[in-house]
T-cell receptor, first 113, second 112 residues
Framework: DTEVTQTPKHLVMGMTNKKSLKCEQH?????MYWYKQKAKKPPELMFV???????INESVPSRFSPECPNSSLLNLHLHALQPEDSALYLC????????????FGQGTRLTVV | GESVGLHLPTLSVQEGDNSIINCAYS??????FIWYKQESGKGPQFIID?????DKRQGQRVTVLLNKTVKHLSLQIAATQPGDSAVYFC???????????FGAGTRLAVHP
């Protein structure tokens, strides 16, 4: 199984809502990532978890809150988002360490209204 | 031909031709590089990778070249097919553990 599964595929939320994005992998990978991608732009790294601990936070606003409950799951909790946060949110996983291929999910298309 | 503007640069090729997509990376300390293909509405898909102790690596119909002197990476696709039409990103493992950073991307358009 070389799949990273993200749910939901699409999400529309108001600026006062709280929602969560979910990501799951069963490849035994110990590094998991959140990326944000705007249209016609490359994915931008947001967070990296290594062995369920947050190892990289790329100065992401606190309205985005990541969580890694176990080695297979990664969540991104959303609260009080702005319309400019609308984007494709991608989850990825890899073997831990430098020089490891990252596998990506299909993403969650988020629209903030 | 190739065009650069406000949007993604686009490389247009005829089916059956060879394609070369270029990428400049930023961090001279980066030691691992990946090319990804992203089709519309999908997540990035791994194509090929290369480590900094290599200059060239070949896969099926694809070759990656690395020039560390000028911090340049290229992806060559042989006998380009319509199914190769997508956006191609290079990514570098930059400046730390598990920190994979993407380049700007190039759209490849294959015409019959």
């Amino acid at each position: 199984d070389t799949e990273v599964t993200q749910t939901p595929k699409h999400l529309v939320m108001g600026m006062t809502n709280k929602k969560s994005l979910k990501c799951e992998q069963h490849m035994g990978h110990r590094a998991m990532y959140w990326y944000k991608q705007k249209a016609k732009k490359p994915p931008e790294l947001m967070f990296v978890y290594s062995y369920e601990k947050l190892s990289i936070n790329e100065s992401v606003p606190s309205r985005f809150s990541p969580e890694c409950p176990n080695s297979s799951l990664l969540n991104l909790h959303l609260h009080a988002l702005q319309p400019e946060d609308s984007a494709l949110y991608l989850c990825a996983s890899s073997q831990d360490g430098r020089g490891a291929e990252a596998f990506f999910g299909q993403g969650t298309r988020l629209t903030v209204v | 031909g190739e065009s650069v503007g406000l949007h993604l640069p686009t490389l247009s090729v005829q089916e059956g031709d060879n394609s070369i997509i270029n990428c400049a990376y930023s961090n001279s300390a980066s030691d691992y590089f990946i090319w990804y293909k992203q089709e519309s509405g999908k997540g990035p898909q791994f194509i090929i990778d290369i480590r900094s102790n290599m200059d060239k690596r070949q896969g099926q119909r694809v070759t990656v070249l690395l020039n560390k002197t000028v911090k340049h990476l290229s992806l060559q696709i042989a006998a380009t097919q319509p199914g190769d039409s997508a956006v191609y990103f290079c990514a570098e493992n930059s400046g730390g553990y598990n920190k994979l950073i993407f380049g700007a991307g190039t759209r490849l358009a294959v015409h019959p």
